[in-house]
T-cell receptor
Framework: KAGVTQTPRYLIKTRGQQVTLSCSPI?????VSWYQQTPGQGLQFLFE???????NKGNFPGRFSGRQFSNSRSEMNVSTLELGDSALYLC?????????????FGPGTRLTVL | GESVGLHLPTLSVQEGDNSIINCAYS??????FIWYKQESGKGPQFIID?????DKRQGQRVTVLLNKTVKHLSLQIAATQPGDSAVYFC?????????????FGKGTLLTVNP
C-alpha cells in the first residue's frame, strides 16, 4: 500500500498570503489528522477529519481550516499568513480513530513564511 | 528524560548498548500512549503503543513501560543500532466524551555512535 502523501513538500509564502496544503491518506483510511511541528512548540494537533466532518480540533486560530473530501483526501488552509506559521505541517491517517488505530504520518510540507 | 512541553533533550549511546528514553506525561486521565520515531526529513513513524490498563508492552527490540503512579513512560531499545538514531516522541491521549486530545512531547534526540 502506498503511504500517506503530502503536496507540496516545500512552500515559500509571504506574510498576508494564504496557502492550501494537500494530504492523501492511505487507501481505506478514513481519519485524517493535521499537525504543526516547530522547534519551539514541537508537534501540535490542528484538527482531525472523519467522513468529511471535522471531529476534533486543537487550539489554533480560525485562520487555520481544513476539509475532507469523499475519497478521504484532505486539505488544510491557512489564511493571512504570519511569520510564526513557518513550520512543518504533517498529515496523518488512521483507519477510524487516532486513539484506537495506528496513525501513519506523511513526510510533511515545509512552509516558510517570509 | 523528557517532559511534555520542555526543550529537546539528547541521549548518546554506543552501538549495541540498550537505550532508555523517558517521558513524563501530564494528565492522569490519559488512557493511551504512543511512541514515535522521527528521522531527519521524514514524518514521525509509529513504534509502539500502550493503553492505560497495561504497564508493559513489548515489540521487536522495543519495550514500553508505563508507571501511572508517577505518570511516567519509558521506551527501551535493545541492542541499539545506528539506524535507531532519530528523535523519539511520546504522545498521550485523553478521551473527553466522544472527543480526544492527543498531546506530543517535544522529543528526545537519540544518537548512536558506531
Amino acid at each position: 500500500k502506498a503511504g500517506v502523501t503530502q503536496t507540496p513538500r516545500y512552500l515559500i509564502k509571504t506574510r498576508g498570503q494564504q496557502v492550501t496544503l494537500s494530504c492523501s491518506p492511505i487507501s481505506g483510511h478514513r481519519s485524517v489528522s493535521w499537525y504543526q511541528q516547530t522547534p519551539g512548540q514541537g508537534l501540535q494537533f490542528l484538527f482531525e477529519y472523519f467522513s468529511e466532518t471535522q471531529r476534533n480540533k486543537g487550539n489554533f486560530p480560525g485562520r487555520f481550516s481544513g476539509r475532507q473530501f469523499s475519497n478521504s483526501r484532505s486539505e488544510m488552509n491557512v489564511s493571512t499568513l504570519e511569520l510564526g506559521d513557518s513550520a512543518l505541517y504533517l498529515c496523518a491517517s488512521s483507519l477510524r480513530t487516532p486513539w484506537a488505530d495506528t496513525q501513519y504520518f506523511g513526510p510533511g510540507t515545509r512552509l516558510t513564511v517570509l | 528524560g523528557e517532559s511534555v512541553g520542555l526543550h529537546l533533550p539528547t541521549l548518546s549511546v554506543q552501538e549495541g548498548d540498550n537505550s532508555i528514553i523517558n517521558c513524563a506525561y501530564s494528565n492522569s486521565a490519559s488512557d493511551y500512549f504512543i511512541w514515535y520515531k522521527q528521522e531527519s526529513g521524514k514524518g514521525p513513524q509509529f513504534i509502539i503503543d500502550i493503553r492505560s490498563n497495561m504497564d508493559k508492552r513489548q515489540g521487536q527490540r522495543v519495550t514500553v513501560l508505563l508507571n501511572k503512579t508517577v505518570k511516567h513512560l519509558s521506551l527501551q531499545i535493545a541492542a541499539t543500532q545506528p539506524g535507531d538514531s532519530a528523535v523519539y516522541f511520546c504522545a498521550e491521549n485523553i478521551r473527553v466524551g466522544s472527543n480526544y486530545k492527543l498531546t506530543f512531547g517535544k522529543g528526545t534526540l537519540l544518537t548512536v555512535n558506531p
